[in-house]
């Protein structure tokens, strides 16, 4: 989407400078009205990102007010089902996509209610935030367990930080 396009840029960068390398699905960039009228093309690239061996990991971009829209061509989708259960991934997003980490729940997968990729790892400002930092590269270690501690810095807007 034009309007985001420098948010997408920066987050594409931050990702590689994880050492991630980037998979932008097919539909996720066409524009709102598109996707509210499409949500079987949200669930492809959905089932599309399970269907991947070479994708590791989801990233939501977004919540999604209409997210529970794709349910009918997942959850009756056995190809969708299999993948989910033959192929995990790291899934990650918050708010809206609660729906998603719901269904992938059913399916057996446990995910993160955690970093969106327009929200946290495109922040707008010289870097992400430390704690959401920290948290996300979490994702690419391998744990028994750590403690889940609260950010030592609160804000209720970027400028207040």
Not at 69 to 82: N, S
Request: hydrophobic share 35%; glycine share 6%.
């Amino acid at each position: 989407m034009p309007f985001c396009k420098h948010e997408l840029d920066l987050g594409i960068k931050r990702l590689e400078e994880f050492g991630l390398e980037p998979v932008i699905m097919p539909n996720s960039l066409k524009d709102m009205d598109y996707l509210f009228n499409h949500p079987e093309e949200r669930a492809a690239d959905l089932k599309q990102a399970f269907l991947d061996d070479s994708i590791k990991g989801i990233i939501c971009a977004i919540g999604g007010d209409d997210t529970y829209k794709t349910f009918e061509y997942l959850m009756e989708d056995q190809e969708f089902i299999t993948a989910v259960k033959e192929h995990p991934k790291i899934f990650t997003g918050f708010s809206d996509t609660t729906n998603n980490h719901l269904m992938l729940n059913r399916l057996g997968l446990s995910t993160f209610y955690g970093p969106c990729f327009l929200v946290d790892i495109a922040e707008l400002d010289k870097e992400m935030l430390p704690y959401t930092k920290e948290s996300f590269k979490r994702f690419f270690k391998e744990e028994n367990g750590y403690e889940i501690k609260s950010s030592p810095i609160w804000y209720t807007d970027r400028a207040s930080y």
